[in-house]
């Protein structure tokens, strides 16, 4: 069987790679290509397809990210969908496996991994790539465990880090809350730990990507 492809990325070069890695031993064929999450909700609506592959940050015109993708399993529940991505922050990951995306990449992988990935999310079968596994520390063919997200944090570690990411220092925060220096920084690690993130960096991502 030749399976129908949907795929959506802004930059050619990358449909291009992804063309011919699915074109590979006849898998699959690609049916439409996106490089706006308008025009890829556009296709999915007129273009009959058995499974998604798609950039996880696209320009405008359309929400990108989790929104999309929130959109898109809101729309199509059944379609397995795998996501294509430069970003290499393990809380994002995350929170894009809970979207219900099946099938997670880095753009830097090897592109046989492709094939493989699409094979296993068309068998509901969830598909982490050798980075991605790395980064979150889940050996092959271990479950994605469901903590490290933005539901384990409490109203004030979000809003700690929602002030950091504006850039304010700890000690900003604390003369904004009327808290101890102390306290802020306590919760602002506590943050860090039920994310899983070691950096700064990766706090600013975070917020960042998801329109915190």
């Given at each position: 069987?030749?399976?129908r492809?949907?795929?959506?990325d802004?930059?050619p ?10 074109a590979r ?6 049916v ?8 890829l909700?556009?296709?999915?609506a007129?273009t ?12 405008a ?5 989790l929104?999309l ?13 795998m ?24 753009k830097?992988?090897?592109?046989r991994?492709?094939p493989?990935?699409?094979l ?18 889940t ?7 469901k ?10 570690e979000?809003?700690?880090?929602r002030?950091?990411?504006a850039?304010?220092?700890v000690t ?12 802020i ?8 730990r039920?994310?899983r ?6 706090i600013?991502e ?7």
């Amino acid at each position: 069987m030749v399976y129908r492809v949907i795929l959506a990325d802004d930059h050619p070069v990358v449909l291009k790679g992804l063309s011919l890695a699915l074109a590979r031993d006849g898998l699959a064929t690609v049916v439409a290509e996106a490089q706006s999450p308008d025009e890829l909700l556009g296709l999915l609506a007129t273009t009959p397809c058995d499974a998604l592959i798609t950039d996880f940050s696209m320009p405008a015109p359309g929400r990108d990210g989790l929104a999309l993708l929130r959109d898109v399993r809101q729309t199509y529940p059944a379609l397995p969908v795998m996501v294509i991505t430069t970003l290499a922050n393990p809380a994002l990951y995350r929170e894009i496996i809970g979207t219900g995306v099946l099938g997670l990449i880095g753009k830097s992988a090897d592109t046989r991994e492709i094939p493989e990935a699409l094979l296993e999310i068309l068998s509901n079968h969830v598909y982490l790539g050798a980075s991605v596994r790395e980064l979150i520390g889940t050996p092959s063919g271990a479950p994605l465990g469901k903590s490290g997200t933005l539901a384990d944090l409490s109203p004030r570690e979000l809003k700690i880090l929602r002030l950091f990411a504006a850039g304010n220092s700890v000690t900003d925060i604390a003369r904004a809350t009327g808290r101890g220096l102390s306290t802020i920084s306590q919760q602002k690690s506590n943050a860090m730990r039920k994310l899983r993130l070691d950096t700064d960096a990766e706090i600013f991502e975070y917020i960042e990507r998801l329109r915190l």
